[in-house]
């Protein structure tokens, strides 16, 4: 005891202390390290007493035993000190019926323990050697009457009779010359009083079972383990399958208990389910006995509990939350049963349980305190940066951003800060109206661009295009022939006569497309984007006028050929010319730059007697045509009466050879041909 003494010296005892029937008094009491706990305080004639209780303690270990702490001589005598309990007698009013059922159900095992395992018989179960620890579980103690089965004689138990509560003796003890048990019934003494013990326990729980129920395990404490026979009565393990401990919370607690022992498919089934079970309890039942089997790490193992039940327990109930998915306990128990567990899961640096707790960090972590916050929370969460998984840094970035505004930036980021980033707009998007009433969210938004409106909406209705797709659409496919008014080439704008000097300079500009420049590629937007007139008059280029024929340019691309030229046109290599003046609707309202006059530069035109390309004309094989090499050829065309050959001319590089006789047959009676010269 010397040792343990020197480890407990500074243990603190908290008055009133809870005097046991035997005159054992029981101090709440706190460790050096501040840890919970409590002094049983011996008599020093009681050593050999204390000896043997605090040996039984060490040795035994198990869930539902007393769990021994420490043991030391003091002046007011021997210290027993173990986990922090209160006795039964205390905690029982305050126990709602499940607690009080699945602490029967506690004691139970104890007994069976002792019994199975250790082949001890306990010879004093009552009221006053049950206690109930902090997480609510019920713990057999009274450990100075524990004795192997055969060591229970007459004598020894006579020995301990100033220790043992009357309403627990059987019958058989009652007479002065009772005889000790057979070794197969050495359980009978225990069971008798646990009997006794049950029975005046469920007194409480009389109107909050079910009727049936109680009197079904009722007539079964009777029958088997009050008989009054010894060898009547059965081992304490066949009560366990009765239906009395067959509820939602003894399942649950059992389940979590043994969660190593079960298979993937059991765990899977059991946690899919598991909030309709737990919804039904109550949230101090949950908060006491669950909280500690649901928060480890066993627990956040589990994928099916991670997505289906732990968002309900990993944050508190708020005002007015309702429907599918809850959550399990009101703020106040939060903060005091789950917050401390909490922070001891914060220390466990495992990679799953650190990503469960930062995925619902912002539903906890207001009811943390700013000590704790700086101290526990923000260092752990600060290590997630420096870890090699992706998945780690960043939800540990995500995590941050949600305790900048509880800490503020200077103590999570640190350092000194300057205004980097200017709080401005642009003054056009002040402008927009984005209220339901104009249906903008319906509809493409448009700005103006320097200051000036679109001006390509030439239709009678609102179609909200810009003005490059407008154009783009209007232009055909290079592969299909069309109307030359249906083409469009490059825009030029050209400044409209002299009106009303009230109007605007920009008010009247017309846009006239032409088809000039074949480098600028066809269905481009038009270059100035200036709006025009949509009067009747026309303007006339200063520069170049609409009759004037364009003359060929160089082109990146080669121009389409209609196979039938128009006859005013007799170059039949040259594109047809297209001028098509468009008019657009004069917009109600102009932008910026209404002062200005925006003119547009042509390209100008190559001279044609620099342009050495600009007479030669690309030959092109029609599918009916015979090729003749030029040393063959004895024939001529004759031009026809618009001075058009009927058959163009080609390069003899894609002649044949020789055409055989076969092969000009077919000519028919239709008339022979002028074979002259040819004129080209």
Same mark, same amino acid.
């Given at each position: 005891?010397?040792?343990?003494?020197?480890?407990? =010296?500074?243990?603190?005892?908290?008055?009133?202390?809870?005097?046991?029937?035997?005159?054992?008094?029981?101090?709440?009491?706190?460790?050096?390290?501040?840890?919970?706990?409590?002094?049983?305080?011996?008599?020093?004639?009681?050593?050999?007493?204390?000896?043997?209780?605090?040996?039984? #303690?060490?040795?035994?270990?198990?869930?539902?035993?007393?769990?021994?702490?420490?043991?030391?001589?003091?002046?007011?005598?021997?210290?027993?000190?173990?986990?922090?309990?209160?006795?039964?007698?205390?905690?029982?009013?305050?126990?709602?019926?499940?607690?009080?059922?699945?602490?029967?159900?506690?004691?139970?095992?104890?007994?069976?323990?002792?019994?199975?395992? =250790?082949?001890?018989?306990?010879?004093?179960?009552?009221?006053?050697?049950?206690?109930?620890?902090?997480?609510?579980?019920?713990?057999?103690?009274?450990?100075?009457?524990?004795?192997?089965?055969?060591?229970?004689?007459?004598?020894? #138990?006579?020995?301990?009779?100033?220790?043992?509560?009357?309403?627990?003796?059987?019958?058989?003890?009652?007479?002065?010359?009772?005889?000790?048990? !057979?070794?197969?019934? =050495?359980?009978?003494?225990?069971?008798?009083?646990?009997?006794?013990?049950?029975?005046?326990?469920?007194?409480?729980?009389?109107?909050?079972?079910?009727?049936?129920?109680?009197?079904?395990?009722?007539?079964?404490?009777?029958?088997?383990?009050?008989?009054?026979?010894?060898?009547?009565?059965?081992?304490?393990?066949?009560?366990?399958?009765? /239906?009395?401990?067959?509820?939602?919370?003894?399942?649950?607690?059992?389940?979590?208990?043994? #969660?190593?022992?079960?298979?993937?498919?059991?765990?899977?089934?059991?946690?899919?389910f598991l909030l309709d079970r737990v919804s039904c309890l109550s949230e101090e039942l949950i908060a006491s006995r669950l909280v500690p089997l649901l928060l480890n790490q066993l627990v956040f193992a589990e994928p099916v509990a991670v997505k289906s039940f732990?968002?309900?327990? #990993?944050?508190?109930?708020?005002?007015?939350?309702?429907?599918?998915?809850?959550?399990?306990?009101?703020?106040?128990?939060?903060?005091?049963?789950?917050?401390?567990?909490?922070?001891?899961?914060?220390?466990?640096?495992?990679?799953?349980?650190?990503?469960?707790?930062l995925s619902h960090l912002e539903a906890y972590v207001s009811h943390f305190t700013q000590e704790q916050l700086r101290t526990v929370i923000l260092p752990q969460v600060l290590l997630g940066l420096r870890d090699t998984s992706d998945s780690i840094v960043a939800?540990?970035?995500?995590?941050?951003?949600?305790?900048?505004?509880?800490?503020?930036?200077?103590?999570?980021?640190?350092?000194?800060?300057?205004?980097?980033?200017?709080? +401005?707009?642009?003054?056009?998007?002040?402008?927009?109206?984005? &209220?339901?009433?104009?249906?903008?969210?319906?509809?493409?938004?448009?700005?103006?661009?320097?200051?000036?409106?679109?001006?390509?909406? +030439?239709? =009678?209705? %609102?179609?909200?295009?810009?003005?490059?797709?407008?154009? *783009?659409?209007?232009?055909?496919?290079? %592969?299909?022939?069309?109307?030359?008014?249906?083409?469009?080439?490059?825009?030029? $704008?050209?400044?409209?006569?002299?009106? /009303?000097?009230?109007?605007?300079?920009?008010?009247?500009?017309?846009?006239?497309?032409?088809?000039?420049?074949?480098?600028?590629?066809?269905?481009? $937007?038009?270059?100035?984007?200036?709006?025009?007139? *949509?009067?009747?008059?026309? $303007?006339?280029?200063?520069?170049?006028?609409?009759?004037?024929?364009?003359?060929?340019?160089?082109?990146?691309?080669?121009?389409?050929? *209609?196979? $039938?030229?128009?006859v005013d046109d007799p170059d039949p290599t040259r594109p047809p010319k297209v001028s098509q003046e468009r008019r657009l609707k004069t917009p109600t309202e102009l932008g910026l730059g209404e002062e200005f006059t925006i003119q547009v530069k042509r390209k100008?035109?190559?001279?044609?007697?620099?342009?050495?390309?600009?007479?030669?004309?690309?030959?092109?094989?029609?599918?009916?045509?015979?090729?003749?090499?030029?040393?063959?050829?004895?024939?001529?065309?004759?031009?026809?009466? /618009?001075?058009?050959? !009927?058959?163009?001319?080609?390069?003899?590089?894609?002649?044949?050879?020789?055409?055989?006789?076969?092969? &000009?047959?077919?000519?028919?009676?239709?008339?022979?041909?002028?074979?002259?010269?040819?004129?080209?």
């Amino acid at each position: 005891m010397g040792a343990e003494n020197s480890a407990l =010296g500074s243990c603190v005892l908290k008055e009133p202390p809870f005097t046991l029937p035997s005159g054992l008094a029981v101090y709440p009491a706190v460790l050096q390290d501040g840890k919970l706990a409590s002094v049983f305080v011996y008599k020093r004639e009681n050593e050999d007493k204390v000896n043997k209780a605090a040996k039984h #303690l060490k040795t035994l270990r198990h869930p539902c035993l007393l769990r021994f702490l420490s043991c030391t001589v003091e002046s007011d005598g021997i210290h027993l000190v173990t986990e922090r309990v209160q006795p039964l007698e205390v905690a029982l009013e305050t126990l709602s019926s499940a607690e009080v059922c699945a602490g029967i159900y506690d004691i139970l095992l104890a007994l069976i323990f002792l019994h199975d395992r =250790g082949h001890l018989t306990h010879n004093n179960v009552c009221l006053s050697s049950v206690f109930v620890s902090e997480d609510g579980h019920w713990k057999l103690g009274g450990m100075e009457t524990v004795c192997r089965v055969p060591q229970a004689t007459p004598e020894f #138990l006579r020995s301990i009779q100033s220790v043992r509560d009357p309403a627990g003796i059987p019958p058989e003890e009652k007479s002065p010359e009772f005889t000790a048990l !057979p070794e197969p019934h =050495g359980h009978a003494r225990d069971a008798f009083a646990f009997g006794t013990l049950v029975e005046s326990v469920l007194t409480v729980l009389s109107g909050q079972v079910a009727a049936d129920l109680l009197a079904s395990f009722q007539q079964t404490l009777h029958s088997a383990l009050l008989n009054p026979l010894p060898k009547c009565r059965p081992a304490l393990s066949t009560l366990l399958s009765h /239906d009395f401990f067959r509820n939602d919370f003894l399942e649950v607690v059992n389940f979590l208990k043994s #969660l190593t022992l079960k298979s993937e498919e059991e765990k899977t089934e059991f946690f899919k389910f598991l909030l309709d079970r737990v919804s039904c309890l109550s949230e101090e039942l949950i908060a006491s006995r669950l909280v500690p089997l649901l928060l480890n790490q066993l627990v956040f193992a589990e994928p099916v509990a991670v997505k289906s039940f732990l968002p309900h327990l #990993l944050g508190p109930k708020k005002d007015g939350a309702r429907g599918a998915g809850p959550c399990l306990l009101s703020p106040a128990l939060f903060q005091s049963r789950v917050v401390p567990v909490l922070l001891q899961l914060f220390q466990v640096h495992e990679e799953h349980v650190r990503m469960v707790l930062l995925s619902h960090l912002e539903a906890y972590v207001s009811h943390f305190t700013q000590e704790q916050l700086r101290t526990v929370i923000l260092p752990q969460v600060l290590l997630g940066l420096r870890d090699t998984s992706d998945s780690i840094v960043a939800i540990t970035l995500h995590s941050l951003a949600v305790l900048v505004s509880l800490l503020g930036p200077e103590v999570v980021v640190g350092g000194q800060r300057t205004k980097i980033f200017k709080r +401005t707009a642009p003054s056009f998007a002040k402008t927009v109206d984005l &209220s339901p009433e104009g249906d903008q969210l319906s509809q493409p938004l448009k700005f103006p661009m320097n200051g000036l409106s679109d001006v390509n909406n +030439t239709s =009678g209705h %609102s179609d909200n295009l810009p003005s490059s797709s407008k154009t *783009s659409e209007e232009w055909p496919d290079w %592969s299909e022939p069309e109307e030359p008014e249906n083409k469009a080439g490059n825009t030029q $704008a050209w400044p409209p006569e002299p009106q /009303d000097a009230a109007r605007s300079p920009l008010a009247d500009l017309t846009v006239v497309e032409v088809w000039g420049d074949s480098e600028t590629k066809p269905g481009a $937007a038009i270059t100035a984007s200036t709006p025009v007139t *949509s009067g009747e008059h026309k $303007a006339t280029p200063t520069s170049h006028p609409l009759t004037e024929e364009p003359k060929p340019l160089k082109s990146s691309r080669p121009h389409k050929i *209609s196979p $039938a030229p128009s006859v005013d046109d007799p170059d039949p290599t040259r594109p047809p010319k297209v001028s098509q003046e468009r008019r657009l609707k004069t917009p109600t309202e102009l932008g910026l730059g209404e002062e200005f006059t925006i003119q547009v530069k042509r390209k100008p035109v190559p001279d044609p007697e620099l342009d050495w390309f600009a007479d030669m004309i690309p030959e092109i094989k029609p599918t009916a045509a015979v090729l003749v090499l030029p040393e063959l050829r004895t024939h001529t065309m004759v031009p026809n009466k /618009d001075g058009v050959s !009927p058959l163009m001319p080609f390069s003899s590089k894609f002649a044949a050879a020789e055409i055989t006789e076969a092969e &000009s047959e077919g000519w028919g009676d239709e008339g022979e041909l002028n074979w002259g010269d040819s004129s080209w």
